[in-house]
Nanobody, 124 residues
Framework: QVQLVESGGGLVQAGGSLRLSCVAS????????MGWFRQAPGKEREFVAA????????YYANSVKGRFTISRDNAKNTVYLQMNSLKPEDTAVYYC?????????????????WGQGTQVTVSS
């Protein structure tokens, strides 16, 4: 089992920045590819970013490419999502997820463990 706890969400004005963190516990963090997803009210959960087990490969949704950066620190069992130039349409609950493979994918149903989510609200 892997437990994931997100933090760092909040209320920010458009154009601002936030950094989300997700701390993992339970199993060897470095064995897992990690992803961030988000879900806005009335919408389906969507892929945001993912990172492979070493941190050497990253993947982004087109909607966040160039604005968001995913990274990981395996020594701290933590994955981050740096979000810059935030827009009101980025408002959602953001979830951290882990998949029991070394190569990350953008498909939510391929992830094995999920955090409880952290709310990000961007005001216009």
């Amino acid at each position: 089992q892997v437990q994931l706890v997100e933090s760092g969400g909040g209320l920010v004005q458009a154009g601002g920045s936030l950094r989300l963190s997700c701390v993992a516990s339970g199993r060897t963090f470095s064995n897992y590819a990690m992803g961030w997803f988000r879900q806005a009210p009335g919408k389906e959960r969507e892929f945001v970013a993912a990172i492979n087990w070493t941190g050497g490969s990253t993947y982004y949704a087109n909607s966040v490419k160039g604005r968001f950066t995913i990274s990981r620190d395996n020594a701290k069992n933590t994955v981050y999502l740096q979000m810059n130039s935030l827009k009101p349409e980025d408002t959602a609950v953001y979830y951290c997820a882990a998949q029991d493979r070394t190569i990350a994918t953008p498909r939510w149903y391929e992830y094995d463990y999920w955090g409880q989510g952290t709310q990000v609200t961007v005001s216009s």
